[in-house]
């Protein structure tokens, strides 16, 4: 069974930095794409980021140059770390990947930007 984990969100300031981690059971995590969404309240989902299983990345152009997405194939594990927050990153924030033909979701972690 695929299981995917977040964790590592919380409240921070503006202009903090925080990090997430996905970490992903059940699966062979080196062969799949790894994504990062997130939903602020009252909003849809939006994708943020995506790191491929050959280590290209992508970014949305609201976190470009302060979010960078990683993946650590021997810990199982893909991380996001955001730098510069915004009062908008506020959000919570899902851990996603596309495996054996099913979209599997993590629970999500929260994240609070505040001054």
């Known amino acids: 069974q695929v299981q995917l984990v977040e964790s590592g969100g919380g409240l921070v300031q503006i202009g903090g930095s925080l990090r997430l981690s996905c970490t992903v059971s059940?699966?062979?995590?080196?062969?799949?794409?790894m994504n990062w969404y997130r939903q602020a309240p009252g909003k849809q989902r939006e994708w943020v980021a995506t790191?491929?299983?050959?280590?290209?990345?992508n970014y949305a152009d609201s976190v470009k140059g302060r979010f960078a997405i990683s993946r650590d194939n021997a810990k199982n594990t893909v991380y996001l770390q955001m730098n510069s927050l915004k009062p908008e990153d506020t959000a919570d924030y899902y851990c996603?990947?596309?495996?054996?033909?099913?979209?599997?979701w993590g629970r999500g972690t929260q994240v609070t930007v505040s001054s």
């Open positions: 790191i491929t299983r050959g280590f290209s990345t």
């Open positions: 059940g699966s062979i995590f080196s062969l799949y794409t």
């Open positions: 996603n990947s596309h495996m054996q033909n099913t979209d599997y």
